[in-house]
């Protein structure tokens, strides 16, 4: 959980706001720190979390969450935490072998032109199992409203998969997690390209993108310096209010450049870096 | 990173044992040491050497076990395929095992080619002032008269046994002794012995990666590579190269056409290769003909699905071979992906403009500079000097500039 984000974006383990859909997405860059941070926001606040960790082994999330102060292995054997391996669970479904045993959540791989539907049913069944556990237990702890944290929907249409289906599977988890049951989304998404270059070359994680941007509340958006690399200055980060309130939509936009420590990420103002000043 | 080691009867250790620092706990599993690796200062993950000292500089002390490193090719296939070959030659001299895995050419044919270490300077533990102890006669070595300091220190090892060193050099003008490169296993992989089958066993993967990978884990299981093998066994390191995935040659249409009709194909591969990889104690140097592959989007995700990634561009055959300034070098490097695994921040190399050249006795990578232009000043001086006049040059005399013999 880093301080200066949390302070940005008014939210804090005690009080943040809930039914939103947060998109964080990099632009040549890589924006998987902030996931690392809301992994650890939400697990301070007792939030139940669902992390599709698709990328990456559940050792390294481990690894990192330690040093920003939360135990994955806890949270994950008191129940907080549901952890879903993809890597692991992949090998059973591209190296076929006699026994398939495994969860049906990487089905995908088999046939990516079916889409992500078991994916989407291995979210629904164990999220809707355990909040209606929740209501009937008794001396059971209270937990928050239920997060869903993806890493990252940009490997799926590496692997195949259509962007209609990503964009279905994404509109799928906020009805049901951020409509009906009041909880928060957070997605990365990922994009190779140019914003301004015209070719087809990166049409699916572009058309992803947007699809997404149109989707959610709050983007986070990561980028290199515009002016060219710098090694204490690690990028800048675009945040964007889309709050739909009563008045019409407004858009809120603030631009932070940010750099990476071991234990932390600092944000600035633009200009303001230790290292300039 | 590698999923952490179970073992009946001991409470479960959640942090990996190699997710140490120099402090160990007393009561956690004891700390496995395999040769040739050492523990990062950074994060504390086990690395293994590439074989380039200068290329272990640049990814951050080494290669970390259970990563992939990807290597874009140059334009004729020279020097990436020469870093594979150093590559194979450390696992060679560090007692590794070899998985080798090609498509154009016969694996035996590579290991053939492996370059010889340079033995020499390999486990000195003497201190530096040490000439008599070569002096001794043999048969009273074991009372030394005048360097009977030294009595008691271990006799130099010229062998591969006890190679405790990091990173070792080579000698490309040799290749590796028979005897050294049978005393390590290496498993083979050639495409055109493993027919297709008649089964097909995938929609987006081609058969010949289905294969690979398929034989990637035959390998790790039966070899004992898998994290979760039991503890008994010593543990090594395998060290996997595939040579030149994605071209023609493996089934693939990446490098022939705009629209590759399975273009998910290698990215699927390389998923399955990441998932292999990160539970199990290997490592991998894939090389791919990226300047073959005109879909840039698709070269990104390639790049993203491995962990470290650098590119290289010979200078052969393009007009830079002439460039003077291009001259003490034999091609540029360019660092495309470092990865952060258990850790926030990953170290980029400071400087991005980096040059290679392959010397006899050293792969060196070095920062590109251009010294300053002083040409034109020194012949200027000097013209002045031997013509003995300060007079201005006219407009013949300065065509014959730097050759003293025809001025006039």
Redesign the interface.
């Known amino acids: 959980m880093f301080t200066e984000l949390n302070s940005i974006l008014n939210s804090t383990p005690d009080s943040f706001t809930q039914g939103e859909f947060i998109l964080v997405s990099d632009r040549r860059s890589d924006a998987s720190f902030l996931i690392h941070h809301f992994l650890s926001l939400y697990l301070r606040a007792r939030c139940r979390v669902w992390f599709l960790g698709l990328v990456q082994s559940f050792n390294h999330y481990s690894a990192v969450s330690q040093r920003l102060g939360v135990s994955l292995a806890q949270a994950k054997e008191k129940g907080q935490l549901v952890f879903l391996e993809g890597l692991k669970e992949s090998l059973s479904v591209l190296i076929p072998q006699e026994t398939n045993t495994g969860s049906q959540a990487m089905d995908f791989l088999r046939d990516p032109a079916v889409g992500l539907k078991s994916l989407y049913e291995f979210v629904r069944s164990s999220v809707s199992s355990s909040s209606g556990r929740d209501e009937g237990a008794d001396g059971a702890e209270e937990w928050g409203p239920p997060v869903l944290l993806v890493d990252d929907l940009s490997v799926l249409l590496s692997l195949g998969v259509s962007v209609g289906a990503v964009l279905d599977f994404s509109h799928y988890c906020r009805a049901t997690v951020c409509s009906q049951l009041q909880g928060n989304v957070v997605m990365l998404a990922r994009c190779d390209g140019e914003e301004e270059e015209d070719d087809e070359d990166d049409e699916g994680s572009e058309r992803l993108l947007k699809g997404l941007t149109h989707q959610c509340s709050l983007t986070l958006h990561v980028q290199g310096l515009p002016t060219g690399y710098c090694r204490d200055i690690h990028g800048q980060v675009e945040v964007c209010w889309r709050r739909r309130q009563g008045d019409g939509q407004h858009a809120q936009k603030k631009v932070f450049q940010y750099k990476v420590h071991d234990k932390g990420a600092s944000f600035f103002a633009r200009g303001t870096s230790s290292a300039v000043l | ?4 080691m179970s073992s009946a009867g001991k409470p479960s250790a ?1 942090r ?1 044992p190699f ?1 140490t620092t120099s402090f160990q706990k007393k009561t956690r599993s004891r700390l496995i040491s395999i040769p040739g690796t050492r523990p990062s200062v950074q ?1 504390g993950q086990l690395l293994v050497s590439t074989g380039v000292t200068s290329l272990d500089y640049l990814l951050g002390g080494g290669l970390a076990v259970g990563t992939v490193l990807l290597i874009e090719e140059d334009r004729y296939d020279s020097y990436s395929r020469m870093i594979l070959k150093y590559f194979l030659a450390e696992g060679v001299v560090c007692r590794h095992e070899l998985f080798v895995a090609a498509a154009h050419d016969n694996p035996d044919d590579i290991l053939q080619e492996l370059p010889a270490p340079i033995l020499d300077d390999v486990a000195i533990h003497k201190p530096v002032e040490q000439p008599r102890l070569s002096c001794e006669p043999q048969d009273s070595l074991d009372a030394m008269k005048i360097a009977w300091r030294y009595q008691n220190l271990p006799k130099v090892q010229s062998a591969l046994a006890s190679s405790s060193r990091f990173g070792h050099y080579y000698d490309v003008s040799k290749t590796m002794e028979p005897e050294i490169r049978q005393a390590a296993k290496c498993h083979r992989f050639y495409l055109p012995e493993h027919p297709t089958q008649s089964s097909p ?5 081609l058969q010949s990666y ?1 294969a690979l ?2 034989s990637l ?1 035959e390998v790790i299981h039966r070899e004992g590579f898998e994290v979760a093998a039991p503890m008994s066994k010593s543990r090594n390191i395998l060290r996997i190269g595939l040579h030149s995935l994605g071209s023609v040659l493996w089934g693939d249409d990446l490098c022939c056409h705009d629209n590759p009709s399975n273009s ?1 194909a290698l ?2 591969f390389l ?2 290769l ?3 990889l ?2 199990s104690l290997s490592v991998a140097v894939v090389t791919v003909p990226s300047h073959l592959i005109q ?3 698709l070269m ?2 390639i790049t ?2 491995c962990d470290n990634a650098i590119a290289l561009e010979s200078f052969k055959g393009s007009e830079r071979e002439t460039n003077p300034l291009y001259k003490d070098y034999h091609g540029l490097l360019y660092v495309r992906q470092v990865p ?7 170290k ?1 190399p ?1 400087h ?1 403009d980096l040059a290679f050249k392959l010397k006899r006795k050293q792969f060196t990578i070095e920062r590109l500079h251009l010294p300053p232009d002083l040409s034109e000043t020194v012949s200027r001086v000097s013209r002045g000097e031997l013509a003995g006049a300060a007079t201005v040059t006219s407009a013949c005399g300065s065509g014959t500039s730097g050759n003293k013999h025809l001025d006039f």
């Open positions: 990173m590698a999923a952490p959640e990996s997710n994060n066993t995938h929609s987006t993967m289905s990978l398929k884990q998910h990215t699927t998923y399955g990441r998932a292999l990160r539970s879909d840039r989007a990104g995700s993203r699905l952060h695994l258990n850790c926030l921040a990953s980029l400071d991005k």
